[in-house]
């Protein structure tokens, strides 16, 4: 039982790092990254499909973003579609392929992305420690149901507390990684 309280914590821990990690995914930096255009939705035959299933999506330059759509009828669906994303990215079609070029970012946007990945950050951690009070929660019902007992209570919370520790030490590495790949010029 107590174990698998300690499992069910961790797993919960790591859904929030997974999700934090993949908030940041979508964070511009100076680079081309086809993460950008995750969000990114068009209408395919009435369905909204997200871009990667109606063609390929490579970064051939850092720059640079190309999109190889399987059918050219697409390509001004897709335009529009990333238009009308809050990206701030501009198509440009041949007819062919759709190519997106990434401006480089400026300092003041820059400092905007910083408090927005800090922000993210401190969510992230919001969700570790309720991943922890529903830990701690249920080790006391546990104790008060005299299904452990108070020693394995304490010892618990502590092993709780732990890994707690780690992971918003884990959450601090990611923003501080994140910041620097963002402040990058």
């Known amino acids: 039982m107590y174990d698998d309280i300690l499992k069910k914590t961790r797993s919960g821990m790591d859904k929030a790092i997974d999700a934090l990690k993949k908030e940041f995914s979508k964070v511009r930096t100076g680079r081309a990254s086809t993460a950008l255009l995750d969000e990114v939705r068009i209408d395919y035959y009435g369905t909204p499909t997200p871009l990667n299933q109606v063609g390929s999506l490579t970064v051939p330059e850092p720059r640079m973003i190309i999109i190889q759509p399987w059918e050219?009828?697409?390509?001004?669906?897709?335009?529009?579609?990333?238009?009308?994303?809050?990206?701030?990215?501009?198509?440009?079609?041949?007819?062919?392929?759709?190519?997106?070029?990434?401006?480089?970012?400026?300092?003041?946007?820059?400092?905007?992305?910083?408090?927005?990945?800090?922000?993210?950050?401190?969510?992230?951690?919001?969700?570790?420690?309720?991943?922890?009070?529903?830990?701690?929660?249920?080790?006391?019902?546990?104790?008060k149901e005299k299904e452990i007992s108070e020693d394995?209570?304490?010892?618990?919370?502590?092993?709780?507390q732990d890994l707690t520790d780690q992971y918003v030490k884990k959450v601090d590495e990611l923003i501080s990684s994140k910041e620097t790949e963002v402040m990058e010029v």
């Open 152 to 160: 394995d209570l304490k010892r618990g919370e502590k092993d709780i």
């Open 72 to 143: 050219k009828n697409l390509i001004p669906e897709i335009e529009k579609a990333i238009l009308k994303s809050d990206l701030g990215l501009n198509p440009s079609s041949d007819g062919q392929v759709i190519r997106i070029a990434i401006p480089p970012l400026t300092e003041e946007r820059r400092k905007e992305m910083v408090k927005l990945v800090k922000r993210m950050g401190e969510d992230a951690r919001i969700a570790i420690r309720n991943v922890r009070r529903d830990g701690n929660d249920a080790l006391k019902k546990m104790e």
